[in-house]
Structures are given as C-alpha cells and as structure tokens.
Nanobody
Framework: QVQLVESGGGLVQTGGSLRLSCAVSGRPFRRYAVGWFRQAPGKEREFVAALSWNAITYYADSLKGRFTISRDNAKNTAYLQMNSLKPEDTAVYYC????????????????WGQGTQVTVSS
C-alpha cells in the first residue's frame, strides 16, 4: 500500500521559513517523480514544485527563488524548503507521487498525501 505523509506545516510570521517533508512508503521512491501542490481556502489546487526521478526540477513561476524542492532517496523523503513566506502562501500543502513526468498535471500523480497546513501571519 502506497502512502505519502506530509509534515512540517505550522504557523509562521511573514518573512519566515518552513521546511515541509513528505515521507513515501510502498513504492520504490527513487523511481518516481514527486510534486507539491497547495490549496488555499476558496481556491483551486495549484502547482508548487516538482522533482523528477533523475533530478529535474520544475517550479511555479511565481515561487521561483523562494521555494526549493529536494529529495533524499535513502530516506524515501521529499522536501519543500519555503523561505520569505508571505500571507498569500497560506494553504494546505500536498505532496504527490507520479511515474510519468508531467509536473503541472494533478492527473499525472497517482498517490497523494493528506496535506499539511501552512499559515503565514501578517
């Protein structure tokens, strides 16, 4: 059974940083792409960042330079480092796993975590 479990969310002030983790089990982690998405209240889920099995990264244009995606294959864990956080970054953040490399498409990801809340106070 494939499971993705996010952690690391919380409340942070504007300008602060958080690092989200996504622990993956039940599939050979190193062979799959990992993506991060987020959903704010009343808004649609949006793409944040993705990292392929062979270390290709892709970011939402608006987040380049502030967010960094990485992975540790030995720990079966992906990370999202978020710096210079803004109130508009407040959302539930989800990680997802995909066999194909279509980073922007939620439909390409076949397993999702339950999400972790990130709240940025002004």
């Amino acid at each position: 059974q494939v499971q993705l479990v996010e952690s690391g969310g919380g409340l942070v002030q504007t300008g602060g940083s958080l690092r989200l983790s996504c622990a993956v089990s039940g599939r050979p982690f190193r062979r799959y792409a990992v993506g991060w998405f987020r959903q704010a209240p009343g808004k649609e889920r949006e793409f944040v960042a993705a990292l392929s099995w062979n270390a290709i990264t892709y970011y939402a244009d608006s987040l380049k330079g502030r967010f960094t995606i990485s992975r540790d294959n030995a720990k079966n864990t992906a990370y999202l480092q978020m710096n210079s956080l803004k109130p508009e970054d407040t959302a539930v953040y989800y990680c997802a796993s995909a066999y194909t490399w279509e980073p922007l498409s939620p439909a390409a990801y076949d397993y999702w975590g339950q999400g972790t809340q990130v709240t940025v106070s002004s």
